[in-house]
């Protein structure tokens, strides 16, 4: 979320208690995000209509949106039929950086262009301003202190207080100043009579037992304003004395306030409410995880189309692939076995679980056959399939042949699991993210609990990713296009092989001539080309050992758009001829174990990125070229 956004959370459905035309404009975007009925009646224009527009299109002359400090500005005001008005503007700020604003117009009045009324009015919404910023207390108490403060400096009522509700009774917890003629408490039925903001006058009949207090009190008049959460009496704002009673614009002003502070109020219980659900979240995927980490089976997730979009560790290692190998390849392209599998997939994309295990042999990466069991458990939501579950035991590798049943329990389980997580950690998974937002936009970047904070938004981001591949990915790859930086990408991807190419004695070097680049691509998707080609380069050192370079740096800057070219060299035995004009065609391998997927599924990425890619061979060595384009 925009950090200018923020205060708009807290003025929802509060717009038309403003009785002049008004509308709140966002000054980034160049665009009207609400308006109330007084507005869309002076200008014929609906809701709907204004939320299209941009500013000078009803306001011709353009007028300077930075708040005033203490003035109205004379414009043009052009209704949907092309009549021309003449108005006073008034531009109130509703966030910390001036980038969401109120506009409040009223009648342009030649004598006197500037009323009085409209002064009183601009030190009301400088109070509203405060109003949207209450979302940094920490506390309700502490935002009903800020209720009170802002009423105390705009009405200055003699008698001021504040009764929230417990279980059984509405207790006084913010008196602004003392009394002796109003209770402590009051019962909770009592708030059930009023149905808004009213008010009370001396010599009126008595409606509520607090009123009857007001009567007994000998007091001129008392105003009972509601607060409510979700329609439901949360509290309740009293205001009272023997001066003059509040006005109609003083009563739409105190009901604004309370439907600002019960949205305030309602958005701290969220946050706190996001907190919990995050901890329970984490929980839960923490014990997933260790599941399908554990788990001797191999996990192999399908879209319905059965296309692969992630294996567990222990699959990679009964079939030989990398998970990102394989990743959008069709399961009968990597599961090879015979028919009884075909079979096995039609009654999973039907809803039916099944299992085959009886005279089935797999083939691995390698060509060699294996005994093998595969439960098929689709993932079913309102009837209709969202995903399948393929869990591979290797029956060459078991045992005991009596743990079988106790396997497939523990199979079972995971598809139940996977069912329940999908159910009750997708629909949070929003207003955790949203509510982490809040917490990190209102801390300065420097806070203590700052970089826990952003942390927490990668763990949201990364459980998004995982329920959505996981539980509800039924859709070819939609790339997710966003600048990336290589200098930081590749060295990790580098640093995750050190181990392997330590032990194989090969020494690797990463070199960016420019520095940092940003390249626009997909961060998943981009990492996948690099993690194949990096792996192909060590397999092809793997006997002999040597050397892997990545070297970066612009490309030619008269390349329209502006490309990155990266290098990988390694010095293995170097490529055939015949081979090497072929190299990225499905299927080709040099590698006695492998299928050729890799650098075919590679070629597909860097193309649908707007980039290209192309190999050199010569004895002692190989080296791939990718282009990728910058981003601006």
């Known amino acids: 979320m925009d950090p200018n956004t923020q205060s708009l959370l807290y003025i929802p459905r509060v717009i038309d208690l403003i009785p002049e035309p008004a509308l709140v404009y966002l000054r980034a975007e160049d665009r009207i995000f609400s308006s109330n009925d007084a507005f869309q009646n002076l200008t014929a224009y609906n809701h709907t209509d204004l939320q299209s527009l941009r500013l000078a299109s009803i306001m011709p002359d353009e007028p300077d949106t930075n708040p005033t400090t203490g003035e109205s500005r004379p414009v043009m005001l052009q209704t949907a039929s092309g009549q021309i008005l003449f108005v006073l503007l008034k531009v109130v700020s509703l966030s910390p950086t001036n980038q969401i604003v ?87 039925p009592d708030l059930a009579l009023l149905s808004g903001t009213t008010l009370w006058r001396e010599g009126k009949p008595v409606q509520t037992p607090i009123e009857k207090v007001a009567e007994e009190a000998e007091l001129g008049y008392l105003v009972s304003v509601p607060i409510l959460i979700d329609s439901m009496p949360d509290g309740l704002l009293l205001l009272a004395g023997n001066g003059t009673p509040p006005g109609n614009e003083d009563l739409r002003y105190l009901s604004l306030l309370s439907s600002l502070c019960s949205s305030v109020i309602k958005n701290l219980s969220t946050l706190e409410s996001a907190r919990q659900t995050l901890k329970n979240i984490r929980h839960i ?30 699959a990679e290692t009964i079939l030989g692939y990398a998970s990102s190998e394989v990743f959008q390849q069709k399961a009968e392209m990597v599961l090879i076995g015979n028919e009884t599998l075909s079979t096995l997939y039609k009654s999973a994309q039907q809803g039916i679980p099944s299992i085959v295990g009886d005279n089935l042999n797999l083939n691995n990466r390698a060509g060699a056959c294996f005994p093998a069991q595969v439960l098929c458990l689709p993932v079913v939501e309102k009837k209709v399939v969202k995903s399948i579950v393929l869990i591979l035991r290797d029956l060459s590798q078991s045992e005991k042949i009596r743990e079988h049943s106790q396997q497939l329990e523990q199979r079972a389980f995971l598809g139940e699991v996977s069912a329940i997580f999908a159910h009750e950690v997708r629909n949070p ?154 190299i990225f065609e499905p299927f080709l391998t040099t590698k006695s174990s492998g299928t050729g997927l890799g650098l075919a599924i590679t070629k597909r990425i860097v193309t649908a990125h707007e980039g290209n890619i192309f190999v050199e061979s010569f004895p002692g060595g190989s080296m791939f070229h990718v282009l990728l384009p910058i981003a601006e």
């Open 285 to 314: 995927t923490a014990i997933q995880q260790k599941i399908t980490e554990n788990l001797q089976e191999g996990i192999i997730i399908l879209t319905p189309d059965l296309r692969i979009t992630e294996m567990n560790p222990a």
């Open 102 to 188: 109120l506009l409040v117009c009223s009648p342009a009045e030649e004598e006197n262009p500037i009323r009085q009324d409209l002064l009183d009015q601009e030190y009301r919404y400088d109070n509203l301003k405060l109003l949207t910023e209450i979302g940094e207390q920490r506390t309700v108490q502490s935002v009903y202190q800020e209720v009170i403060r802002i009423i105390q400096r705009v009405l200055k009522p003699e008698v001021l207080i504040i009764y929230t509700r417990t279980e059984n009774e509405l207790v006084r917890s913010h008196p602004a100043n003392k009394d002796d003629i109003f209770p402590d408490s009051f019962p909770v």
């Open 429 to 582: 998974i929003n207003s955790i993210s949203t509510g982490l937002q809040l917490i990190g936009l209102k801390m300065e970047p420097d806070a203590p609990y700052a970089d826990l904070v952003i942390r927490l938004q990668n763990d949201c981001t990364r459980l998004t990713h995982l329920v959505k591949s996981t539980l509800t990915f039924s859709k070819p790859v939609e790339y997710q296009i966003q600048p990336v930086d290589l200098a930081e990408l590749i060295p990790s991807i580098l640093d995750r092989w050190g181990p392997r190419m330590t032990r194989l004695n090969i020494e690797y070097n990463f070199n960016s001539s420019s520095g940092h680049i940003l390249v626009k691509a997909d961060p998943r998707a981009i990492e996948q080309v690099f993690v194949n080609l990096i792996s192909n380069a060590i397999q092809a050192m793997e006997e002999k050992g040597g050397s892997l370079n990545v070297k970066m740096n612009p490309a030619d800057p008269l390349t329209s758009p502006p490309q990155c070219e990266i290098i990988i060299a390694d010095s293995g035995p170097g490529i055939p001829d015949d081979v090497i004009t072929h």
